[in-house]
C-alpha cells in the first residue's frame, strides 16, 4: 500500500485517442507516475511515449510488470482478458466502459477483484462532470427523466453499437439517480450508417415508478448532450457539454404559483481529470471507488436489456414487412 506522498506507478494499456487523453492527464496529477505506455501496435505506443517522455512498453507482460495501476483503454471486446492479467499480477484497474462484453465477464471479474483485494473502477466519466455532480447533490426523489446524446456521424466506435457506446453513460447515471431496480425495459433502434444499431430509444420504468426515456444517436445533424428529469416541484436541467446544471422551482409561497430558475454551484474541473485523480486515490487509501465493478456491471446489464428488446423489435418489424409482402403477392 502506497502512503498518500508516494506516487503510484501508473501504466496506459491501449493508445488510440481516448488512451492518449488518460496518458496525459496521468502525467498532470500528483499522485500518479505515468510509467509507461503500451499498445499492441508499437508506432502507437512510441508516438506517446515521445510526447510525453514516458517509454514505449514492448509487451502486455512488460506493462504488468512495470505498474503498480494500469488504465485499460482498449476495445471492450479485451476487456475482461487484460483487466483480469493485470488483477492477477497484482495491479488496480480501471476499466473504460462499458466493464466488458458480457455481463458474465463482468460478474467473473468483480469476484477476481474482491478476492483478490484490488481496486476495479469503470470509467464511467460523466459521474465526474460537474454539471452532473451539482444536479446530483439536489436529487432528492426523480420520477420522470429525458435524456438525449446525439453526435454527428464520426467513424470512431463503429465497431459498437450506440447503446454500448453512448447511451450507456445515462443508463448509468439514471440508475445512480433514482436508486430503484429496473421493472421493465421497451426499445428501438437502427442500423443507419453501420451493420451496427447507430440511433436507439429506449423507455426503461424503475419499481419505485420512476420513467426515463433515453434516445442515443450518432448520425444526428448536431451535437446534444442534454440529461433532464423532474422529482416533485422541481425540475433539474444538465447540460454535459457545457458542464452546468439549472434547477427550476415552483416557489409555493407567492399569492400566484412562480418559476424560480437557479443555476446550480458546479467546479470547473475536467471531468477525464477528477475521474483519474479519484481512481490514484483509491489505489492509495484503499477506498472502494464511486463507480466499481458493480456499478459497471449494473450499466452493461441494463444496456445488455436495452439491445435485447431492439434486437426483438427489429424482428417484429421484418416479420410483419414480410407477412405484408406475402399477403400482397395472393391478392
Same mark, same amino acid.
Given at each position: 500500500?502506497?502512503?498518500?506522498?508516494?506516487?503510484?506507478?501508473?501504466?496506459?494499456?491501449?493508445?488510440?485517442?481516448?488512451?492518449?487523453?488518460?496518458?496525459?492527464?496521468?502525467?498532470?496529477?500528483?499522485?500518479?507516475?505515468?510509467?509507461?505506455?503500451?499498445?499492441?501496435?508499437?508506432?502507437?505506443?512510441?508516438?506517446?511515449?515521445?510526447?510525453?517522455?514516458?517509454?514505449?512498453?514492448?509487451? %502486455?507482460?512488460? =506493462? &504488468?510488470?512495470?505498474?503498480? +495501476?494500469?488504465?485499460?483503454?482498449?476495445? $471492450?471486446?479485451?476487456? /475482461?482478458?487484460?483487466?483480469?492479467?493485470?488483477?492477477?499480477?497484482?495491479?488496480?484497474?480501471?476499466?473504460?466502459?462499458?466493464?466488458?462484453?458480457?455481463?458474465?465477464?463482468?460478474?467473473?471479474?468483480?469476484?477476481?477483484?474482491?478476492?483478490?483485494?484490488?481496486?476495479?473502477?469503470?470509467?464511467?466519466?460523466?459521474?465526474?462532470?460537474?454539471?452532473?455532480?451539482?444536479?446530483?447533490?439536489?436529487?432528492?426523489?426523480?420520477?420522470?427523466?429525458?435524456?438525449?446524446?446525439?453526435?454527428?456521424?464520426?467513424?470512431?466506435?463503429?465497431?459498437?453499437?450506440?447503446?454500448?457506446?453512448?447511451?450507456?453513460?445515462? %443508463?448509468?447515471? =439514471? &440508475?445512480?439517480?433514482?436508486? +430503484?431496480?429496473?421493472?421493465?425495459?421497451? $426499445?428501438?433502434?437502427? /442500423?443507419?450508417?453501420?451493420?451496427?444499431?447507430?440511433?436507439?430509444?429506449?423507455?426503461?420504468?424503475?419499481?419505485?415508478?420512476?420513467?426515463?426515456?433515453?434516445?442515443?444517436?450518432?448520425?444526428?445533424?448536431?451535437?446534444?448532450?442534454?440529461?433532464?428529469?423532474?422529482?416533485?416541484?422541481?425540475?433539474?436541467?444538465?447540460?454535459?457539454?457545457?458542464?452546468?446544471?439549472?434547477?427550476?422551482?415552483?416557489?409555493?409561497?407567492?399569492?400566484?404559483?412562480?418559476?424560480?430558475?437557479?443555476?446550480?454551484?458546479?467546479?470547473?474541473?475536467?471531468?477525464?481529470?477528477?475521474?483519474?485523480?479519484?481512481?490514484?486515490?483509491?489505489?492509495?487509501?484503499?477506498?472502494?471507488?464511486?463507480?466499481?465493478?458493480?456499478?459497471?456491471? $449494473?450499466?452493461?446489464?441494463?444496456?445488455?436489456?436495452?439491445?435485447?428488446?431492439?434486437?426483438?423489435?427489429?424482428?417484429?418489424?421484418?416479420?410483419?414487412?414480410?407477412?405484408?409482402?406475402?399477403?400482397?403477392?395472393?391478392?
Amino acid at each position: 500500500m502506497h502512503p498518500s506522498s508516494a506516487k503510484t506507478p501508473v501504466v496506459v494499456i491501449g493508445g488510440g485517442e481516448h488512451g492518449k487523453r488518460h496518458a496525459r492527464q496521468f502525467r498532470q496529477i500528483a499522485g500518479a507516475e505515468l510509467v509507461g505506455v503500451y499498445d499492441r501496435q508499437p508506432e502507437r505506443s512510441e508516438e506517446i511515449a515521445a510526447e510525453l517522455g514516458v517509454r514505449a512498453l514492448q509487451s %502486455l507482460e512488460e =506493462a &504488468l510488470e512495470r505498474g503498480r +495501476a494500469a488504465s485499460i483503454v482498449i476495445p $471492450a471486446t479485451d476487456h /475482461a482478458r487484460v483487466a483480469s492479467r493485470a488483477l492477477e499480477a497484482g495491479l488496480d484497474v480501471l476499466i473504460e466502459k462499458p466493464i466488458a462484453r458480457t455481463v458474465a465477464e463482468a460478474d467473473d471479474l468483480i469476484r477476481q477483484a474482491e478476492s483478490l483485494g484490488r481496486i476495479l473502477q469503470v470509467g464511467h466519466v460523466e459521474r465526474f462532470n460537474p454539471g452532473v455532480l451539482a444536479a446530483q447533490a439536489v436529487t432528492r426523489n426523480p420520477l420522470f427523466l429525458e435524456v438525449h446524446r446525439l453526435g454527428v456521424f464520426s467513424p470512431r466506435s463503429l465497431d459498437v453499437d450506440v447503446v454500448y457506446d453512448l447511451m450507456i453513460h445515462d %443508463l448509468d447515471l =439514471a &440508475l445512480w439517480l433514482v436508486k +430503484a431496480p429496473v421493472a421493465e425495459v421497451r $426499445a428501438v433502434g437502427l /442500423a443507419v450508417l453501420s451493420d451496427k444499431v447507430d440511433i436507439a430509444n429506449a423507455r426503461v420504468e424503475f419499481e419505485n415508478g420512476a420513467v426515463a426515456n433515453f434516445t442515443a444517436s450518432r448520425v444526428s445533424t448536431e451535437k446534444v448532450r442534454k440529461f433532464r428529469y423532474f422529482q416533485p416541484h422541481e425540475y433539474i436541467s444538465i447540460d454535459f457539454s457545457r458542464r452546468d446544471a439549472l434547477l427550476l422551482s415552483v416557489d409555493r409561497q407567492a399569492t400566484a404559483p412562480r418559476i424560480d430558475f437557479r443555476k446550480l454551484e458546479a467546479n470547473s474541473r475536467e471531468p477525464l481529470e477528477a475521474e483519474l485523480e479519484s481512481f490514484i486515490e483509491c489505489v492509495q487509501t484503499r477506498r472502494p471507488p464511486g463507480v466499481g465493478g458493480r456499478e459497471g456491471r $449494473a450499466a452493461l446489464a441494463l444496456a445488455v436489456q436495452v439491445m435485447t428488446c431492439i434486437q426483438e423489435h427489429a424482428s417484429r418489424v421484418q416479420l410483419s414487412q414480410a407477412g405484408r409482402g406475402s399477403h400482397g403477392d395472393e391478392l
